[in-house]
């Protein structure tokens, strides 16, 4: 069964695209694109489109650097 989720914050939106039966390259895949705002990011926006392989490999590193870190730690509002 295809899965298909998005997240949007201020400044970025993420998505997840899964179909567990296709074979085809790319049919999994995560986005994460920049959304222009307040001057950060201006139009085109950039974006960044990996495997679920990479993503789960950007998933570790994170985890590991950012160990136990909550959004609540920074003030950062997401």
Same mark, same amino acid.
């Given at each position: 069964m295809p899965y298909s989720k998005s997240k949007s914050t201020k400044r970025f939106s993420f998505g997840i695209t899964r179909n567990p039966t296709a074979k085809k390259a790319g049919s999994n895949r995560?986005?994460? =694109?920049? &959304? #222009?705002?307040? !001057?950060? /990011?201006? *139009? #085109?926006?950039? !974006?960044?489109?990996?495997?679920i392989k @990479? =993503?789960? =490999? +950007?998933? !570790? *590193? +994170? &985890? &590991? @650097?950012? !160990?136990? /870190?909550? #959004?609540l730690d920074s003030g950062v509002e997401l």
């Open positions: 995560v986005t994460i =694109a920049t &959304n #222009p705002v307040d !001057g950060h /990011y201006s *139009f #085109p926006t950039t !974006g960044l489109t990996m495997s @990479e =993503a789960t =490999a +950007l998933q !570790g *590193f +994170l &985890n &590991n @650097e950012l !160990g136990g /870190y909550t #959004p």
